[in-house]
């Protein structure tokens, strides 16, 4: 960006006359960080194409997610089950026709992605379900056992010592 194309013509000569030197530097330093903040927007933006949209949807019974990969097979997309966490993994590979062409816009994102859903604890990864059809997974997973809250009695002590009493 040139500082002569953001001021009117009329006061372009004296403005390079006089201070276009001397603020020079900082007007460069100033157009680097704009470059750089707009380039990490759009890698930004490519990777939120590349991460796919997903619902999460409960009832008493179960816990119902939908995931949309479009693009992508079964085979693409692996799914694990730790610590309460469910990962949906998946790779969006590039196509390898197009060496043959001249490609003029790319705005398809490929790589890999990584999505994790904390779930409640106790589910049990034998009982999950995923189906995946026309780049739609749908997983079901049921919902662990209600497991009540034990109430602990508080017991009276003196100086930070367990009571005799019972």
């Known amino acids: 960006m040139k500082l002569r194309h953001q001021v ?3 006061l372009r ?4 006359r006089s201070g276009a030197v001397l603020f020079g ?3 460069r330093e100033i157009d680097r960080l704009f470059e750089d903040f707009s380039q990490g927007i759009a890698a930004q933006q490519k990777m939120m194409h ?3 949209n997903i619902d999460v949807a409960e009832n008493n019974k179960e816990i119902d997610i939908t995931v949309e990969m479009p693009g992508l097979e079964r085979g693409d997309v ?3 089950l730790e610590d309460n966490v469910l990962t949906i993994r998946g790779e969006k590979k590039m196509e390898s026709h197009r060496d043959d062409k001249n490609v003029y816009v790319s705005e398809r994102a490929y790589g890999t992605f990584l999505r ?3 779930l409640p604890a106790g589910v049990d990864s034998s009982k999950i379900n995923a ?3 026309d780049g739609v997974l749908k997983i079901t ?4 056992a209600n497991i009540e809250a034990k109430k602990i009695e508080v017991k009276e002590g003196k100086n930070g010592k367990p009571s005799s009493r019972a």
């Open 131 to 133: 189906t995946m059809s």
């Open 13 to 16: 000569n004296d403005i390079t």
């Open 141 to 144: 997973i049921p919902k662990p």
């Open 25 to 27: 530097p900082l007007h």
């Open 116 to 118: 994790t859903i904390e």
């Open 8 to 10: 009117p013509s009329t």
């Open 50 to 52: 590349l991460l796919p």
């Open 78 to 80: 692996d799914m694990s």
